[in-house]
Structure formats: C-alpha cells, structure tokens
C-alpha cells in the first residue's frame, strides 16, 4: 500500500501547477479579447472615405457608364444636380443619403453645399458620390470640387461621363465632324460669369462646328455676337432639348432665326446648341 505521505506534496503540486495553467490562459483569453476590441474601435476611427466626381452622361440611365452605375447603387451619400433624371437617383441603395442641389440655386451655393456634405460625413461614410449631368469636368464644377479636396488631404477619383454636348447630337444621328465638311469643333458656354471670356470674332472665323451648352436664355445674344462678327446669319443650327430623353426635342433653322426657333418649340434647359454646316445633315 502506497503511503499517503508521498501524494501529498504531488496533490500540492499539481493544484498549484492547474491554478497557474488557468491564470496563464485567462490572461491569454483576456488579451485576445481586448485585442479584438481594439482593432474594431480601430476599424471605426480609421474608417476611410473616399469621394467620387462622377458624370451621368446626357440623360439616359442606360448612357451611364458601367463604373458609374455601380458607384451609384454603392454610394453612402450622394450629391447631385437637380437635372439628373429620377431614375438614375432610385438606383441609389436603401439608407443613402441624397443631397440634391436645388432648382435655381447659384454656383456659390452648390459648391458650399458640397463641401459641407463631404466635410460632414468624412471619416463617417466609406462612399461620398458627387454626381453631375454629362462629364464633371466639362462646363461643372468639377475642377473647383477636385481643387477642395486636394487642398483637405481627401481621398478621390472622377469617373467620366459622356458629355451632352457630344453625346446629344450623336443620338440623333448629327454627325459633329464630317469630312470635307467640319474637321474642328469648339463647345462654348452660353452663359459664362463674365462674356470677356468668350472670343465671338474667333468662333465667327472658325470654319468649323460650334456647340453651345446652357445657352438657351442667352440664344438671341449669342446668334446676334456671332453675326455681328462676321458669321454668316444663315448658318445652319439645331437646338436638342432633354436630349437622349422621352421629352427630347429638336429644331432645325437658321442662326438668326435661334432665339425664335427655342421660343416657338417651347424649348427650355437643358438643351444643346449645334452651330455649323454639319447640321445640314439632320435634313438630307
């Protein structure tokens, strides 16, 4: 019979060994926790934004880009003209937040309300979308966006659309080059922050295509600049409203007839004006 003498410093043992063994892996166990905590606290405070200059293209939704398409059912804030057609806005995912510019407000506005938005949700929302109508760096303020985030340190990328001032005339089969016909073209505002900008004795000596966006409340001026330099007053011109779109409109005339030509058709933005001996293709 085996004396009880000698289990007895082996029981001391072995319950001091177990109690070490546990305080061992409960502190293994706590760490581990503790560790986890912290990369979740982390993952939330490091949360990063990215913001995305996007173009919708003319109006279409089946004209949006494949990229742009995605980023819109993606997006976590979206901000965008009110011309962009509701149903490229219902794309958006349950729970997006859309901050639409509204109807008539100023360039000085839009542009605050965009930085406020990014500023508002940075580091908040993995996803900001600013969306434009055509090509956000065509006649938007894409550059000014690109020029504030640069400056704050913010993550971005512009995504391209098809700009209305080419993609429109196309859609209705006018052709903005031809050969033998027009081999340059020139795509103007037809409202600009200051008319100095615009060299109307240039364009009216440019044996080319003229295209002119936002013109429509500026078109009597812009036909009677034109003339007045020296283009002659029955250049073939077409005005395309809501162009790629059910409610498309288009007129044909002559550039001294364009301010009665918009005024007739009951033609308001957006809309895009072709100036040039190309036009006579819509007719043949």
Aim: proline content about 4%; some cysteine; overall charge positive.
């Amino acid at each position: 019979m085996v004396s009880l003498h000698f289990w007895k410093p082996f029981r001391v043992e072995f319950f001091l060994s177990m109690t070490y063994t546990f305080a061992v892996v409960s502190t293994k166990f706590k760490q581990l926790i503790d560790h986890k905590i912290n990369i979740n606290m982390n993952h939330n405070l490091n949360l990063q934004t990215k913001v995305y200059i996007v173009g919708a293209g003319p109006g279409d939704r089946s004209l949006l880009t494949l990229k742009a398409f995605r980023l819109v059912k993606k997006a976590d804030v979206m901000i965008y003209d009110y011309l962009i057609p509701q149903d490229i806005i219902t794309l958006a995912k349950k729970g997006c937040i859309l901050v639409s510019h509204k109807h008539g407000s100023t360039s000085s506005e839009r542009i605050e309300a965009f930085k406020k938005t990014v500023l508002e949700y940075y580091n908040k929302k993995s996803t900001i979308i600013r969306l434009h109508t055509g090509d956000p760096m065509l006649f938007g303020m894409g550059n000014e966006e690109v020029n504030f985030l640069r400056e704050h340190g913010i993550t971005f990328e512009v995504v391209p659309g098809i700009t209305s001032a080419l993609g429109v005339p196309s859609s209705v089969g006018l052709p903005i080059t031809s050969r033998g016909i027009s081999s340059s073209v020139v795509i103007f505002n037809g409202h600009p922050i200051n008319q100095n900008e615009i060299n109307w004795n240039l364009l009216a000596k440019m044996d080319g295509t003229l295209i002119v966006l936002m013109g429509v409340s500026g078109a009597g001026q812009i036909s009677d600049n034109l003339i007045n330099a020296g283009l002659d007053s029955q250049t073939p011109v077409c005005i395309i409203s809501n162009g790629t779109l059910k409610t498309q409109k288009v007129a044909i005339g002559t550039l001294n007839e364009l301010k009665a030509l918009i005024d007739s058709n009951c033609i308001q933005a957006p809309a895009v004006i072709i100036i040039g001996r190309v036009v006579k293709f819509l007719n043949a």
